[in-house]
């Protein structure tokens, strides 16, 4: 396997199983040197905790990036999830264009809502700037409360195909080239992610597991772009992915003292020999 380089933008939420304590180990696991830019410091994620700490680092990704670019530091790839502030989003257009090396590839989940909701922290100001960032992209991980926001199509709880292509071709029109839609689900027993690429929409569908778990939007987004930087097409990593975070899933099922995130790092090994 080639060593390629991805630099990963998102928080550090010291406690919570989420964003980088997420990313680093999933994105190393899988093989690629793994540099990071914290966007923010929490103490724990937003969701579910009271009187959590923040430290937006929005101010110093400039220097951040201006020394990497003395050093002639230089990514195969870059992607980003939840980001400190409206203002960030500008710096981390800038540091995609300037230090991706010939080729590289863009990956971002717009990390700031589910269930119908933006994450507390977020309005519409933060909304505007992330539909820049997510359309000058390579490759886009929304849910559909996301992808409601970012084409302002009704959010809808129960839907047919048609709502789902009706979002497609929305991100599209607004200048998306590749999305993969999370939590897709036609019927109650599955769900699954539906897939656009080049003008087609694939679905893969598993079983889907009746507990809710916080964080498994950050585990998907890191196995899918492990697995796709180390050469499976955006399809194949989209479902590794998708029965990796299963997998997450089901090893934290029953733990109601659990409910913060996913015991992702027991089941590392499966999804590195699913890479592999
Ligand atoms: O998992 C997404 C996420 C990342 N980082 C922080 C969050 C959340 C979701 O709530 O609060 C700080």
Redesign the pocket.
Known sequence: MEYKRILTI??I?CF?Q??LT?ALPILSAAGLETVILPS?V?S????GFKN?T?RDLTDDMPAIAAHWKQENISFDAVYT??LGSAKQINYVMDIIKTLSRPGAVSIVDP?MA?NGRL???FDQAFVEEMKKLVYSADIILPNITEASFLTGLEYKETYTEEYIEALFRKLAENGAKTVILTGVSYKPETTGVAVYENGAVNYYEHKRLPVGS?????VYASAFSGAYLQGRSVFDAACIAADYTVKCIENTAGDENHRYGVKFEPVLPYLIERIR
């Open positions: 998102q928080d939420s919570g989420c964003s997420v923010a929490l724990t994620h937003t969701g959590f923040f999830g939840y990390a589910d994450y507390t922290g916080h964080g498994t939007g950050d």
